[in-house]
């Protein structure tokens, strides 16, 4: 055999054995793809993605889109061949395992935590969308969840409106943590709470409840890597009671980052007159009470998903700015907004056509 053919032979059967070891070689590696994109205005499922009942709406053209990202799943064991091809690739992106699952967690332990993220993030979308229009909106402290095996467990449940602790009134969630912390492990803490089924009765009666109830725990020693104080085994966060009924149908999606089209959406359809123009507008971001954008992940995929299903702006959080715009799709105007005060003013120039005043992202 001539040598150059065997050269060729030996160098082809090197290559058909490096890419056969890398089909089994596994790496730490997870995929980011983009994942559907819904406009908020719209129908998903045959059925309307915003529901409004009880307070009067107008009909909104153009599209607000939400949008998603997909992920490999906690237990899929990605070989070499794939994480190069994904690191080639212009419409993936390849991220270490465990920043999409710190810490061992499980395809299930990810998937509740997405779907509380998800649940929260309507919430805040409504309180902020409905403060824009002056609505009043009641809002008070709760026990979010109870830490299994914790002082806690069995004397406070999820639901449980905190009114008070040791006697002085509880304004927002963050009080709890300091007004607990002032004390020294094993020591007593009182709540003063209404429970969470008399709270659930009095919201059905659209009646306010009033009985309180005086729980005495006593605190234990943290455990996690901060500086060693006391606790007693729950998390706090907020709950709200709305003048009319706002339902989100949206069903498999899951984390906090579709609040900003959500609340953007809401506010359309409460509003005579058109936000985009009839404009394709998509975007991200979450949001919370008071109407602060915050930032979010997988951005890249995301504008990617958006401009190809068509849209022409893009709504990003100020703080995914720099990294949005290293990559922008091309026809995609990247908007920077911090609030939801900063969304609505780029509506306006954009349904204005004053696009030349809109707060453009830039890569640093």
Known sequence: MPRRTATMLASTLMLIALLCAGVFIPVPYSEMSPGPTVNTLGDHDGEPVLQISGRK???????????????????YKMNLVEAVYGWLAHDSKIVPHNTL???????????????????????????????????????????????KDSPAEGKLHAGDVIKAV???????????????????????????????????????KNTTATKTQNITITTTTSDDSGAKRAIVGISAGTDHTFPFTIDIKLADVGGPSAGLMFSLGIYDKL???????????????TIDDKGKVGPIGGIEMKTVGARGKGAQYFLTPAENCAA?????????????????????????????????????????
């Open 271 to 285: 509003t005579p007159g058109d936000l985009t123009g009839g404009k394709f507008v998509a975007g991200t971001g």
């Open 57 to 75: 709406t107008y009909a909104a053209s153009g599209h607000l889109n939400m949008t998603t990202v997909r992920v490999t799943s906690a237990d």
């Open 101 to 147: 699952y710190p810490d061992g967690k499980t395809e299930e332990q990810s998937t509740q935590e997405n779907a509380e993220e998800f649940s929260q993030s309507q919430e805040s979308a409504k309180v902020a969308a409905l403060k824009e229009l002056d609505v009043p909106v009641k809002t008070w402290v709760i026990v979010s969840t109870v830490v």
């Open 166 to 204: 040791d006697g002085t009134t509880v304004k927002q969630p963050t009080d709890v943590a300091k007004l607990v912390t002032k004390h020294k492990p094993g020591q007593d803490v009182v709540f003063t709470i209404i429970p969470a089924k008399e709270q659930a009765a009095a919201e059905k």
């Open 324 to 364: 949005a715009a290293k990559d922008t799709p091309s026809g995609l105007t990247l908007v920077k907004v911090n609030t939801i005060d900063d969304a609505l003013g780029a509506l306006k120039d954009i349904r204005t056509g004053k696009t030349s005043d809109l707060p453009k992202c830039t890569a640093k």
